[in-house]
């Protein structure tokens, strides 16, 4: 059965991520702001196949919601999305270690395994010197053509966002003029968004 998703509210809290408007294609932009996540938090809320579920919805809910209607304002196919990982102040080696890197990896995994041709590019920013090194190791776990959507930024990437995302989309955080929240979830899809979450179904109101 499909999950209240108020459970999941305190989540948003404790892990700063959503999806944001959309880039130049009409893809709605998914961000990450690393340097939020609570993950010990995290864990204490909410047991693992809990948060599995909670991703599963999630992946259902882009397929089924926000695809459709990035699609029905772009006049064409939406079917891939714009990820942004903001390293910022991120302690990296925390990162790929205990509870972060169990969290993590169920998020991966699903990915990976269930909806793998979602991802149309990401750009992980700040990532720095140490993060560059840890993912030449990753590299090795991730398949080429995966590689080959990812950005690996050293800086703040406002200089290659401009080139894919209107600043106008983009949260300030991110050097854009957008004042919308990220746990907001703001974007085209967002009145079906939250239909889907009332309803408690992730499937969008129009079968069609």
């Keep these: 059965g499909e999950m209240d998703m108020k459970q999941f509210s305190l989540l948003k809290t404790l892990y700063a991520h959503g999806y944001y408007n959309t880039d130049n294609l009409g893809r709605p932009i ?47 196919r939406i079917d891939t999305t714009c990820a942004i990982m903001e390293l910022k102040d991120v302690n990296i080696l925390k990162l790929f270690g205990g509870k972060v890197r169990a969290f993590l990896n169920i998020a991966i995994n699903i990915g990976q395994n269930y909806y793998p041709e979602c991802l149309g590019s990401m750009y992980v920013l700040h990532a720095g010197f140490l993060f560059s090194g840890i993912w030449a190791v990753m ?23 401009a080139k894919v995302i209107n600043p106008a989309n983009l949260p300030v955080f991110l050097g854009g003029t957008c004042q919308r929240e990220l746990v907001e979830d703001y974007g085209p899809w967002h009145g079906e968004l939250l239909a889907s979450y009332e309803n408690k179904t992730v499937f969008h109101r129009d079968p069609e």
């Design 30 to 76: 998914y961000i990450e702001e690393v340097r939020k996540l609570k993950s010990d938090e995290v864990f204490k809320a909410y047991p693992d196949e809990m948060l599995t579920k909670y991703y599963v919805q999630s992946y259902e809910r882009l397929l089924h919601v926000i695809f459709p209607e990035c699609s029905r304002v772009a006049g064409r």
């Design 139 to 161: 590299k090795g776990w991730v398949d080429v053509k995966t590689q080959q959507k990812i950005n690996i930024i050293s800086g703040k990437g406002h200089d290659e966002l």
